[in-house]
């Protein structure tokens, strides 16, 4: 195992190499560089959370802005010698290790088994990868709604349902799951109203139905043309008859968009789900494809910031475990 590797070494061989530098890759090479492996964090510089102002849930750090948590996260990982480079992994490739033909089990290769090009044109090597790159959220094109993302357009009521909390909430349906999301978040406020937009009243189960009119929730045919805003603040939504709803928040749901790319390119096994295709993976976020861990959004829709850094330090740790294992194993066998 690689260790007090000379932080200004440039041969660019790693023990590990964290694709993302999110909650969930920096938490991973904040326990790999205690762990006194040499390790790259690749950071395209694309957090999901970005256009939010705050972050909630997250013990002792809710309320905090994103960009100070990962500030925090980058100041953290270099105490130990993690290096982090502002870059993008645009394609990686495998080498099958010494012994993997006689059948090594899942995650047990040896040697740099990884290179990763990045766009600035270099290319680095690890003996192991985390995946991390988490998912872009595909906003329904309705004018106004991007532009209000993350401020009075919002998504999550976990995220945001303290802050705008007894507010007049408005849910722009774009597909009948978004019954779901207006009964979800009835739990903040007494005054919803779900616009069906372009879902049609007889897509709605009485199942819906009843649950909704049970939730007080207004439901509002017509498609949606845009949101009126007044001196920068959400007033209201606007039909396309031209006709105006009185809102202060509306809640959408961003068709996830995950970014797998660099785990379908090594032949990781996908797995669909009502929210894109995932990688199948075991407890510690360990891939089908030997040596490759992934953890965040890059393995699930609904991983917070707890749960991706939480995933981070898991798939942290069982690298740890099997790089020591694997080199005990070699030096056993000679």
């Known amino acids: 195992m690689t260790q007090h590797k000379d932080p200004q070494d440039l041969s660019g061989k790693y023990d590990v190499v964290v694709v993302g530098g999110g909650a969930a890759g920096l938490s991973a090479a904040l326990?790999?560089?205690?762990?006194?492996?040499?390790?790259?964090v690749v950071d395209a510089g694309e957090p999901r959370n970005a256009p939010s102002a705050h972050m909630q849930g997250y013990l002792t750090r809710d309320g905090m802005s994103p960009a100070e948590f990962l500030a925090l996260g980058r100041e953290e990982i270099a105490r130990y010698g993690v290096e982090l480079v502002r870059d993008r992994a645009v394609d990686v490739s495998r080498r099958e290790s010494r012994g993997e033909s006689r059948g090594e089990s899942?995650?047990?290769?040896r040697g740099e088994n990884f290179a990763v090009e990045l766009a600035g044109g270099r290319t680095v090597h690890a003996r192991r990868l985390i995946v991390t790159t988490g998912l872009g959220d595909e906003l329904p094109t309705v004018p106004g709604v991007a532009e209000r993302f993350g401020r009075d357009v919002l998504h999550c009521p976990f995220c945001h349902g303290w802050e705008v909390r007894d507010e007049r909430f408005g849910v722009l349906a774009t597909t009948p799951l978004s019954v779901h999301q207006a009964l979800m978040v009835s739990g903040w406020s007494d005054d919803v109203t779900l616009f069906l937009h372009t879902v049609a009243e007889d897509?709605?189960?009485d199942d819906d139905l009843r649950r909704l009119a049970a939730a007080g929730v207004k439901v509002v045919p017509g498609e949606v043309a845009g949101l009126r805003v007044e001196e920068d603040r959400l007033t209201g939504v606007r039909l396309a008859d031209g006709t105006v709803h009185e809102r202060s928040v509306v809640f959408v749901a961003p068709k996830p968009v995950p970014r797998t790319g660099l785990m379908e390119r090594l032949g990781a096994e996908l797995q669909e789900s009502p929210f894109g295709a995932y990688p199948v993976v075991d407890p510690t976020g360990r891939t089908t494809v030997p040596g490759v861990w992934t953890a965040g959004n890059a393995m699930g829709f609904g991983e917070q910031v707890v749960h991706a850094?939480?995933?981070?330090?898991?798939?942290?740790?069982?690298?740890?475990?099997?790089?020591i294992m694997s080199d005990l194993d070699a030096a056993v066998a000679g």
């Open 106 to 109: 899942r995650g047990e290769s």
């Open 309 to 323: 850094a939480s995933g981070g330090y898991r798939a942290a740790a069982a690298i740890v475990g099997d790089l």
């Open 203 to 205: 897509e709605l189960s």
């Open 31 to 40: 326990v790999l560089g205690r762990s006194r492996l040499r390790t790259l």
